[in-house]
């Protein structure tokens, strides 16, 4: 938890020097970033996954191996180098089984949504976001289409199981579900892993070359930041706000909806996101998971509506059931 002592240096950026393999690298930092958001930093700049770096510092023991230490809570100097130890993973076929994303979701209070949304610190995190990410088009961004935004582990594709074949993984409808929302929305993909495996189990998966649908972009964790609550600490979300920054002249809070398995990802923009029923246990759940067919008749339902932020996903099951006709004024 951040002392009010230490809020005068939670936004001021730091230049920190890391170490590994013989070389040096320079990332920028800032006292509110956690140590998973400097392990993705370094991660950018030297290939080497967040799981698989370890970082020693002077003075600072084991506090480097919680991902949740705030920056501001070490001794950090910039006169000081940071090392890392760790190995870049040559095989793309990595299962992010480590990833953040196994942890269970938890639910925060409407309040504290609000708050972490509305933090200056958050809203500067953004900002610094949008000014070192680059979303790279695959395709171009279409003139009146709304966006949809997709996370891909649990929501597209279980990757928790193993399978000879990974489309025996893959999420039923995928490619039909995407071939009727394209008529409607641009879609881009955004995972919490990295973009060599974004961009590989799109790939395995027929995403990236499907004749029916185009993908507008691909987003993986650097994209991400990373926010504080009061109950559940620190964590990462999506914040929808890079994307409308990079192309507002295309999507805006009023016409983005993004399915994820985790709530949280949603806080920086509660009222776009949508929370999906996780895919999991393919094998035995693949002959009756009809989660994409059904969200398919939403976001076709909702696709003419002007504002869709001003519904609740929440209730996006009764929405289609009752006939979008009665709640389109509500
Ligand atoms: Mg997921």
Same mark, same amino acid.
């Given at each position: 938890m951040a002392s009010s002592s230490?809020?005068?240096? /939670? +936004?001021?950026?730091l230049t920190l020097t890391v170490k590994w393999s013989g070389k040096e690298y320079t990332v920028r930092v800032c006292g509110d970033d956690s140590i998973a958001e400097l392990k993705r930093r370094i991660s950018e700049v030297t290939n080497v996954l967040p799981k698989r770096q370890k970082l020693?510092?002077?003075?600072?023991?084991?506090?480097?191996s919680h991902d949740a230490t705030l920056l501001s809570q070490l001794p950090l100097k910039a006169s000081l180098k940071m090392t890392m130890i760790g190995t870049v993973e040559d095989d793309l076929l990595i299962d992010p089984v480590e990833s953040p994303e196994i942890l269970d979701d938890f639910e925060l209070g409407q309040e504290e949504v609000i708050d972490i949304k509305d933090k200056?610190?958050?809203? =500067? !995190?953004?900002?610094?976001?949008?000014? =070192?990410?680059k979303i790279e088009t695959r395709n171009?961004?279409?003139?009146g289409k709304k966006l949809l935004v997709l996370d891909i582990d649990y +929501?597209?594709?279980?990757?928790?199981? /193993?399978a000879e074949n990974p489309l025996e993984l893959m999420r039923?409808?995928?490619?039909?579900?995407? /071939?009727?929302?394209?008529?409607?929305?641009?879609? #881009?993909?955004?995972?919490?892993?990295? #973009?060599?495996?974004?961009e590989l189990k799109m790939a395995q998966l027929g995403v990236l070359d499907n004749t029916n649908y185009k993908i507008t972009a691909l987003l993986d964790h650097l994209a991400m930041i /990373?926010? =504080?609550?009061d109950t559940r600490g620190v964590f990462d979300c999506k914040p929808l706000g890079l994307i409308w920054a990079k192309f507002p002249e295309f999507y805006s809070s009023k016409n983005t909806i993004m399915f994820d398995d985790l709530r949280r990802n949603f806080v920086m923009n509660p009222q776009n996101g949508l929370t999906i029923r996780p895919f999991k246990k393919a094998h035995a759940n693949r002959s009756n998971d009809q989660e994409l067919m059904k969200l398919t008749q939403y976001l076709l339902a909702i696709a003419e509506l002007d504002d869709i932020s001003k519904l609740d996903h929440k209730h996006w099951e009764y929405y +289609?059931?009752?006939?979008? !006709?009665?709640?389109?004024h509500a």
């Open positions: 230490s809020s005068a240096i /939670t +936004t001021e950026e020693l510092y002077p003075k600072v023991g084991s506090k480097l200056d610190v958050n809203k =500067q !995190k953004l900002r610094r976001r949008v000014e =070192q990410y171009p961004c279409r003139k +929501t597209l594709f279980d990757h928790r199981s /193993t039923p409808y995928l490619h039909e579900f995407l /071939t009727a929302a394209y008529a409607e929305y641009d879609i #881009m993909i955004w995972s919490a892993t990295n #973009m060599k495996w974004v /990373t926010v =504080q609550s +289609t059931e009752n006939g979008s !006709k009665r709640r389109r």
